[in-house]
């Protein structure tokens, strides 16, 4: 079975901070994805990459970048944390471009 | 402007009965289309795929129709249980986004006993 793990289940920063989201997983897939879901908005990508230090801006990337340094670990950084980045961060893998997607179990992530 | 909605935020239906749920987009060429469980906390979870060039596709009790005319799919659960209680994504894939998928915002499904 596919696993996606996430670093923290439950995260609480205040404004200003830098934060760190990991993501690992273990199936070899080429591409990885970091979404946010707020009620009523769905999912919506941020960043996504289709190999090792590349990456490409999804719908909504501003206040976040990206780092895959190795294929396993996509990370998700927000520079300066703002109360409108509250959410639930949801990492996804899949082995190729547009197939299923295996996601994580997400991070509800506070700022104050 | 392109859309993937999900017609209702919320369904509730009583145990045993079909649950059918509805996803339509406009302005997309979809490749294919999927569908997600998605429970609280949790992170989303595939069930199905159905192709543009397909009509249906089954799964033990879950049934998924595909009709490019209507620009519309239907999602179906059969004989439902409170256990099948959960939110329900679909999503899609267009061929013109070969590494992107677009999620609409879910239904969520109560089935009471």
């Known amino acids: ?20 989201l990991e993501c690992v997983q273990d199936m070899d897939h080429e591409n990885m994805f970091w979404y946010r879901q707020d ?7 941020i960043y996504f990459s289709y190999d090792v230090k590349m990456k490409e801006k999804g719908d909504i990337p501003e206040g976040y970048s990206v780092s895959r340094e190795k294929k396993e670990r996509f990370s ?7 109360t409108n980045q509250t959410s639930m961060y949801l990492c996804a893998s899949s082995p190729g471009t547009g ?14 | 402007s392109q859309k993937i909605e999900q017609n209702s935020e919320a369904l509730n239906i ?14 997309y060429s979809p490749a294919y289309l999927q ?3 998605q429970d609280p906390g949790r992170g989303p ?13 089954r799964k033990e009790r879950l049934k998924v129709t595909f009709d490019t005319t209507l620009k519309q ?27 992107k998928i677009i999620f609409g915002s879910g239904t969520r499904l109560s089935i009471r006993p």
Request: aromatic share 10%.
């Open chain 2, 45 to 57: 979870v595939f069930l199905l795929l159905i192709r543009e060039n397909e009509k249906e596709k």
């Open chain 2, 14 to 27: 009583q145990e045993g009965k079909t649950a059918t749920l509805t996803c339509n987009y406009t302005n």
């Open chain 2, 73 to 99: 799919s239907l999602f179906h659960i059969t004989a439902s249980q409170p256990a099948d209680s959960a939110t329900y994504l679909c999503a899609l894939r267009a061929f013109s986004s070969a590494s």
């Open chain 1, 1 to 20: 079975d596919v696993k996606v793990t996430q670093s923290s289940r439950y995260l609480v920063k205040r404004t200003g901070e830098k934060v760190f």
């Open chain 1, 39 to 45: 009620p009523g908005l769905g999912l919506r990508l």
């Open chain 1, 76 to 82: 998700l950084i927000l520079e300066s944390a703002s």
């Open chain 1, 99 to 112: 197939e299923t997607q295996y996601f994580g179990p997400g991070t509800r992530l506070l700022v104050l």
């Open chain 2, 35 to 37: 569908w997600y469980r």
